[in-house]
Nanobody
Framework: QVQLVESGGGLVQPGGSLRLSCAASGSIRSIASMAWFRQAPGKEREFVAT????????YYSDSVKGRFSISRDNAKNTVYLQMNSLNSEDTAVYYC???????????????WGKGTLVTVSS
């Protein structure tokens, strides 16, 4: 199985920055991509950003483009989300997702972390 552990959430003032991390561990055979999603109170979970492990291509939602940056450390199976110019609409639980194969399952599957809370407030 694959375990994902997010960290780096917390309380930040409007205009501030935070850096989230997500480390994948377990019986990983290969990672295809890792992504960040978020879910604000009373809203559905939405896509934030993704990065492909081979080549490093990145994609962002329009709401965070230009403010957030996703990066990876292949050796550590870790993805980061640098969040700048935060505003109250960024308040949400941020979830990490990986699309990977494992030692026992050659089919690509999605695995989710438990989330980390980001609160943007003065």
């Amino acid at each position: 199985q694959v375990q994902l552990v997010e960290s780096g959430g917390g309380l930040v003032q409007p205009g501030g920055s935070l850096r989230l991390s997500c480390a994948a561990s377990g019986s990983i055979r290969s990672i295809a991509s890792m992504a960040w999603f978020r879910q604000a109170p009373g809203k559905e979970r939405e896509f934030v950003a993704t990065i492909y492990w081979s080549g490093g291509s990145t994609y962002y939602s329009d709401s965070v483009k230009g403010r957030f940056s996703i990066s990876r450390d292949n050796a550590k199976n870790t993805v980061y989300l640098q969040m700048n110019s935060l505003n109250s609409e960024d308040t949400a639980v941020y979830y990490c997702k990986t699309r990977a194969t494992t030692a026992s399952n050659y089919y690509v599957m999605d695995y989710w972390g438990k989330g980390t809370l980001v609160t943007v407030s003065s």
